[in-house]
């Protein structure tokens, strides 16, 4: 359940968006900080998840400042972000390639995409069923999803030391090199996110196959793959 003193809804989608708008000058430099760089080693093995072939067109779905986006194509891939905040475009050195919309109400075809990628959006989302569906239209039938968010590790050490350095440490070096109420608000978002059982279940009934559900750095991070019928 998500904390109650989350905003849901319109209002989380105008809270994200300036959110987002707000902390984009910085927001490359504090992801590697905060993750030791091990971001970009998830977003690699995302990437490398999708297993389609050089050339292949990929969505990157929110891409914020591009990151996906620069890698995708390092990778071997044509691929084209979308994100709603224009602040975070703005602040991509991709930015001529970004396209500004609403994983809501995609601005794209129908089938017009091999594969999908999303970085630590869905619990940014104020709904997940109208995204996976706009997911299933836009891609082209045995397009590939591999969605990429944070996760809460299991074993019971890991889970301590986590929630100390996610929902302490966090915002404290957000605040001081960026901005304290985002940084707070990132850790505390994970209970948007409904647990991978749900969200596998969500996804079949959208009408993706052979999904799977991949924990990352002993589950500090979780991976969703799927293929669309
Ligand atoms: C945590 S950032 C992740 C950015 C990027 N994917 C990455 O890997 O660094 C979440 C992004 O989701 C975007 N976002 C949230 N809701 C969105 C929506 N409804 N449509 C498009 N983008 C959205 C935000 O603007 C933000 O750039």
Redesign the pocket.
């Known amino acids: 359940m998500p904390d109650p003193n989350l905003p849901i809804g319109t209002e989380k989608?105008a809270f994200?968006?300036e959110m987002?708008d707000t902390i984009s000058p910085n927001y490359d430099k504090l992801?590697r900080i905060m993750t030791f760089s091990l971001d970009q080693n998830w977003?690699r093995q995302t990437l490398r998840s999708l297993e389609l072939p050089a050339k292949a067109l990929i969505l990157d779905l929110?891409?914020?400042?591009g990151?996906?986006v620069k890698l995708a194509r390092h990778e071997g891939y044509r691929c084209v972000g979308?994100?709603?905040?224009f602040g975070?475009i703005s602040h991509s050195q991709l930015s001529d390639d970004l396209v500004v919309?609403?994983?809501?109400d995609l601005s794209f075809k129908n089938d017009s995409f091999d594969g999908v990628t999303?970085?630590?959006?869905l619990r940014?989302?104020t709904e997940l069923p109208p995204v996976f569906q706009e997911l299933a239209r836009v891609l082209n039938s045995g397009g590939r999803i591999a969605l990429l968010e944070v996760a809460r590790p299991q074993s019971l050490v890991m889970r301590a030391g986590h929630g100390i350095y996610f929902n302490r440490i966090v915002p404290f070096i957000g605040g001081l090199l960026s901005d304290k109420k985002a940084y707070s608000y990132l850790p505390a978002s994970v209970s948007y996110l409904p647990p991978p059982a749900s969200i596998i279940e969500l996804l079949v009934k959208t009408g993706f196959y052979n999904v799977s559900h991949k924990l990352l750095t002993s589950g500090a991070a979780q991976l969703f793959t799927a293929t669309k019928a």
């Open positions: 989608a994200v968006k987002f992801n977003r929110a891409c914020g400042t990151d996906f979308t994100d709603f905040s975070m919309s609403d994983a809501l999303c970085g630590f959006a940014n989302f």
